[in-house]
C-alpha cells in the first residue's frame, strides 16, 4: 500500500509459530522477513530452559531463519536481569549444563555460603530428594525462588513428565512463599521485553493461549494466536480472547499491515 | 469420686503426648491408665507414616506403655479403609518398608498393569524424578493420589527436610487434583477414628494445634492441647480455640473425670 505504519513492536515466540520440531512452518521464513520490515523492532521469546540463547539461534539458523541471540529473549535472560535489579550478590543455579552460558554473569556461591537467591530450571532426571532438600533449606535460610518457567508438564520421549512447575510447587508449598517466574506468561517477562523493544505499542504472537496471548494481554500488549504448534492439542481456556487467531504465521504480516497502517 | 461417668471415648496422640524420642513425658504411665478406666474405649492415633503399627506397639513397650496393636490407629490402617469402601482392585505402594505391612490386604498391582490409586509416604531419600514421573503417570492414567499425611517439612538430623505434602503438592500441581489425605486432620480420619470408639463423644488429646486439635474438633470432638512435644515449637494459630489447655497428659484424667461426672 506504500502507507506510513504506526511504529510498533513486535514479539514472537519461536517453537510452534516458526517451526515444530525440525520442519519450518510454510511460509515462517517469508513472514519473519516481512515483519521485520513492518515493525519497528522484533524480538524472539521463548520459554526454554533448557537451551541457551546461542543455541537457540544456532537451531535457528539450520531452519532457514536468520536471527541474532541479542534478538532472543528467554527466561534466563529475564531471571539475569531480575537478579541485578534486585543487587542479588550470590545465586545458586539449579539448571541444565546447555543454559549455564546465559547465567554466566550472575555471581555463584561457593558450596557453603549461603545465598540471596535459587534459579530453578528443568535438570529432568537430576531431580531428586538431595538436591530439593538442599534447595528447601536455601529458601528456609531466606533466599528467593526464582522458576525459569512454572509448567506442569511436558511431553518427553519416554511420556508425560514433571515440569519446573511441579518441583517448584513442592517447595512453595513446603516454605508457604511463591516462587516469582520470570518466563511467559509473568507480566515481569512481558515487562521487561518491552522494555527491550521501546516502543509503545505491541503484538505478541504465540501458539500457547496462556503463556503466550493471555500473559501478553495481561500486560497490555495484543495477543495473537496462531493454530500450529501447542495450538492442536490445547482447548481454548474460556478466560482468554485472542485479539486475533490466524492459521499461522504466514497470515500475521498482512493482517498487521492492516491494522497498523494508517 | 465413685460417681457415675457418661460414656465417652478418647483418642490420644502418642508422639509428643506420651513421650519425646525415647523419653516418657513424667506421669503419662499413670495417665494413661487412668484414661483406661475413665473411658468407654481409648484408641491411640498417629500420623507417622515410616513405622508399622506393630513397630508403634513395640516402641510404646520399650517406653514402659502397654498397648494392642488393634488399639493404634495410623494414616495406613485409614488408607486400607478407604481403598476397601472404594473398591479399589489395584493400588500402588510408595511408601517405606517398614509400613508395608500395615498395607499388606491391599491388592497391589504388575509392574505394568493400571492402577486405582497410588499410596504415598515418606520415601525419605528415594524421592527422585523417576519414582515422581512414574506416580505422576499414573494419575494422570486415572488413579487417585491417596498421601498418608500431607506435611510441609520435618527436622531430619542432616536439617530441615520436605515431607509428604510438599511431594503430593508437585503432583496435585501438575495433575490439577487434590490428594485425598487420610491422616490427621483430615474428616475422613478422625470419622473413621470415633467410628471405631463406637460412641457418641469422644475427646482428642494431642501436641498439634492443627493435626490433632484443630481436626478433632472440626469434626466435632474435643479437643485438648498438652503442653508438651510439638507445642513447644508451634505458636497457637487463631483460627484454632482447644477445647482445652493442659500442661501434660498427666492433667488429663482429673479434667475429664470433672467433666465428665456426674
Redesign the interface.
Known amino acids: 500500500m506504500g502507507a506510513a505504519t504506526a511504529e510498533f513492536g513486535v514479539l514472537l515466540d519461536i517453537d510452534g509459530v516458526l517451526y515444530v520440531g525440525d520442519e519450518p512452518i510454510a511460509g515462517a521464513h517469508d513472514a519473519l522477513a516481512e515483519l521485520r520490515g513492518l515493525a519497528g523492532d522484533l524480538r524472539l521469546v521463548t520459554n526454554t530452559t533448557s537451551r541457551s540463547r546461542r543455541e537457540v539461534a544456532e537451531h535457528l539458523g539450520r531452519l532457514g531463519f536468520d536471527a541474532s541471540i541479542a534478538e532472543i529473549i528467554t527466561p534466563a535472560a529475564m531471571a539475569v536481569r531480575h537478579c541485578e535489579e534486585q543487587g542479588h550478590e550470590s545465586v545458586e543455579l539449579v539448571v541444565s549444563e546447555g543454559l549455564r552460558e546465559d547465567l554466566a554473569a550472575l555471581p555463584t556461591p561457593s558450596p557453603s555460603a549461603s545465598v540471596d537467591a535459587v534459579i530453578l530450571g528443568d535438570v ?7 538436591l ?2 538442599r534447595v ?2 536455601r529458601l ?1 535460610d531466606g533466599a528467593e525462588l526464582i522458576a525459569l518457567q512454572h509448567n ?2 511436558w511431553l518427553r520421549k519416554d ?5 519446573v ?3 517448584a ?8 512463599r511463591e516462587a516469582i517466574v520470570v518466563g511467559k506468561p509473568s507480566r515481569e517477562f512481558f515487562d521487561a521485553a518491552l522494555a527491550e523493544l521501546g516502543l509503545e505499542q505491541a503484538v505478541m504472537i504465540g501458539d500457547d493461549v496462556e503463556a503466550d496471548v493471555g500473559g501478553a494481554m495481561a500486560a497490555g500488549l495484543a495477543g495473537v494466536l496462531v493454530r500450529t504448534g501447542k495450538f492442536l492439542q490445547k482447548a481454548l481456556p474460556p478466560e482468554v480472547t485472542p485479539t486475533a487467531i490466524v492459521d499461522s504465521i504466514a497470515d500475521v504480516p498482512a493482517m498487521l499491515a492492516r491494522i497498523f497502517s494508517r
Chains 1, 2 share one sequence.
Open positions: 529432568g532426571d537430576r531431580f531428586d530428594a538431595a530439593l532438600n528447601f533449606r528456609m506442569r508438564y511420556g508425560l513428565t514433571l515440569d512447575g511441579a518441583y510447587a513442592a517447595l512453595e508449598y513446603a516454605t508457604g
